[in-house]
């Protein structure tokens, strides 16, 4: 537990920081040039999930946080032997979700910042802590189906 604690502070605080940044240098809703039609950065108040999800509906969704949290701590708990991918996944997944709970617990909403233009495809607006969140999960799934099939073949 003290090794995932320590990755989630490690993604916590590189995240409270960028977000710090980005608030102290850019306007809201401003987008900055970083690498032309390809990277910017727009400070951006999300008050939703994902893709603006459940936008407005702040309480629920820090009431879901807190059951994902507390889910991810009974998971972690019921671990028999964790790996150092499994350690990493929870660690990113962690400090992630911390990050924006923090912002939607202080501000109202979450701090968004990278803006990606893809092949003229305007990506949604996210941070660091999104960024984590989705290799964490990535990292669990992937090591999720690596012990289903070693188990696949124990048993046979």
């Known amino acids: ?13 590189i995240d409270r920081i960028t977000k710090i940044i980005v608030t ?17 950065i727009t400070n951006c108040h999300n008050d939703g999930a994902a893709f603006s999800l459940f936008s407005g509906n702040i309480l629920f969704l820090i009431l879901i946080t807190f059951i994902v949290l507390f889910l991810l701590y009974k998971n972690i708990k019921n671990s028999n032997r964790i790996k150092k991918i499994t350690i990493m996944a929870y660690g990113l997944l962690l400090g992630g979700i911390l990050g924006n709970l923090f912002d939607r617990v202080f501000y109202g909403y979450v ?3 990278i803006d990606l233009l893809i092949f003229k495809y ?3 607006i996210f941070n660091f ?10 990292m669990l799934l ?14 046979r």
Request: charged share 20%; glycine share 4%; proline share 0%.
């Open 1 to 13: 537990m003290k090794k995932i604690s320590l990755v989630s502070i490690v993604v916590f605080l």
């Open 111 to 113: 701090i968004d910042f």
């Open 129 to 138: 802590a999104d960024i984590c969140i989705c290799i964490g999960a990535i």
């Open 24 to 40: 102290n240098i850019f306007k809201v809703n401003v987008r900055n040039v970083i690498i032309n039609k390809f990277l910017y």
């Open 142 to 155: 992937f090591e999720g189906s690596d012990r289903s099939e070693q188990n696949k073949i124990s048993s």
């Open 122 to 124: 305007d990506f949604a």
